[in-house]
């Protein structure tokens, strides 16, 4: 039998920094965990000056939990469907206070957040950046559809399946992201979306055309099977 990983032990101040609050407000919670449900700290040899120390894995289970609910509750604002919003903007959108949530979903979390609308290179040469931006409609679809929304713990999210899609048709024909990962070969949306948005698919950051309705990119089928070839050719 394989030995369980020992867990990861954090303290107060861990804590508030990954969460953005205060080992104050730490402390507060701890002490209303008999109300709120926050876990209970490991035991240890308290002593002067001992701090107290959490299961990692549990602390970020119960934030999650509490965030999950919060948003549930959150009505967005109203504003225009096809308005861009920035990291921080779509942060505050959706309602969370961590003005940096979208920015950790996309880098850390691929294909559980929706793929950027838009990409702005930005910078110098010597020193690029990239700005992502969300239409507001591509935020409300998320949000009816995320992951845990009126699920029951351990339920599974069916993945949906690619369609089949010809490589000698018409190489001018617009295909849209789900046809492309078929055609790319690969297994699902968000893995083709996690890797366009890692830079994975070079040939595709050029967009062939919008839909009008949403705004949402397609390619034509000859440049599609140009980046299969130079993803096959490495």
Known sequence: MAARSAPRIVEAADIAADHGLSPGRISALYAERETNGFP???????????ARQWDKSAVDKWFAGRKLSRLQDHKPPAQDPNELLNAAQASRFLGYKNPTQVTTYAREHPGYFPEPDVVEELGTPEHPYRRQLWRVQTLLD????????????????ATPS????????????????????????????N?????L?????????????????????RWTRRRVLEQKAAREAK
């Not at 209970?40 to 001992?50: D, I, K, M, S, W």
């Not at 690619?162 to 949306?189: M, N, R, T, Y």
């Not at 948005?197 to 990119?217: F, I, M």
């Open 162 to 189: 690619l369609p089949d899609v010809p490589v000698d048709g018409d190489p001018d024909e617009l295909l849209g992201a789900s046809q492309a990962a078929a055609l790319l070969g690969f297994k699902s949306i």
């Open 142 to 157: 998320w949000m009816a559809t995320r992951p845990g929304r009126g699920k029951r713990s351990g339920a599974q999210r």
């Open 197 to 217: 948005s890692q830079g994975n698919l070079p040939l595709l950051k050029t967009v062939d055309a919008l839909t009008e309705k949403g705004g949402r990119r």
């Open 40 to 50: 209970e700290a490991l035991p240890t040899v308290r002593g002067r000056g001992r």
């Open 191 to 195: 893995t083709f979306s996690s890797s």
